[in-house]
């Protein structure tokens, strides 16, 4: 692995199904971050955690849950599935937050709720 | 984007010279990050500015003026493979970045 990997690359969700985005990043960094991308919208903060153990809210928290119990995994949770959640989300991580601080992001997961 | 304004698309020429503008509110302000896109693929980062003027990296520059709120990209002796969205970011008073909605340049030969 090198970077950021995100699973899966694409899903077709039922709504109200319980889903997790997978986030897996081999550069040890610090902080790591949840983006959701839509057409003519910028990318928009989800959930975020600057180091393992902490997580924090970003501008789109609600009906959306992370976890940081290690370095490497942020998996990012829709406890239920509502068709506003359809988008590409994007995993990014940076080494240092609260600083110049360049993000790398993932290949991003492309859902569809129907 | 939260107050953060660009133009949504630009076509330019092969070869030419391209300027895409960003202006932002300057409140909370800590830095401003320009990151290319292309279609169905991860934003890259290109480049930082937290101080005033302009920083040149290869055929890639960014000016920022902090006093004016506004940022711009500007790409010289441009090739196809620059096609692409370019999207300029903010760091705020929470070190968070908030995002400009992108500019679609499109490349013709």
């Known amino acids: 692995i090198a970077g950021i990997t995100q699973a899966p690359t694409s899903q077709i969700l039922a709504a109200g199904r319980r889903m997790t985005l997978r986030c897996t990043q081999d550069?040890?960094?610090?902080?790591m971050y949840w983006y959701r991308q839509d057409l003519g919208l910028g990318l928009r903060l989800i959930h975020y955690?600057?180091?393992?153990?902490?997580?924090g809210k970003g501008e789109v928290p609600d009906g959306y849950s992370v976890s940081r119990a290690n370095t490497d995994d942020f998996p990012l949770t829709l406890a239920s599935a509502v068709p506003s959640q359809t988008s590409v989300y994007f995993c990014a991580s940076s080494d240092r937050p609260g600083d110049y601080d360049e993000q790398f992001f993932g290949p991003g997961t492309r859902l569809t709720v129907l | 984007g939260q107050n953060i304004d660009q133009p949504t698309e630009m076509t330019a020429t092969e070869g030419a010279i391209v300027q895409i503008n960003c202006t932002y509110q300057?409140?909370?302000?800590?830095?401003l990050f320009w990151y290319q896109q292309h279609a169905g693929e991860a934003p890259t980062f290109l480049s930082y500015n937290v101080l005033d003027g302009l920083e040149e990296k290869g055929r890639f520059s960014s000016f920022l003026s902090r006093s004016k709120g506004y940022s711009y990209l500007l790409l010289k002796e441009l090739q196809m493979k620059d096609s692409a969205s370019y999207l300029c970011a903010r760091l705020d008073s929470n070190y968070q970045l908030i995002w400009g909605a992108g500019t679609k340049l499109i490349i013709k030969p």
């Open positions: 550069m040890r960094h610090n902080a």
């Open positions: 300057t409140s909370g302000f800590n830095g």
């Open positions: 955690s600057n180091t393992a153990g902490t997580t």
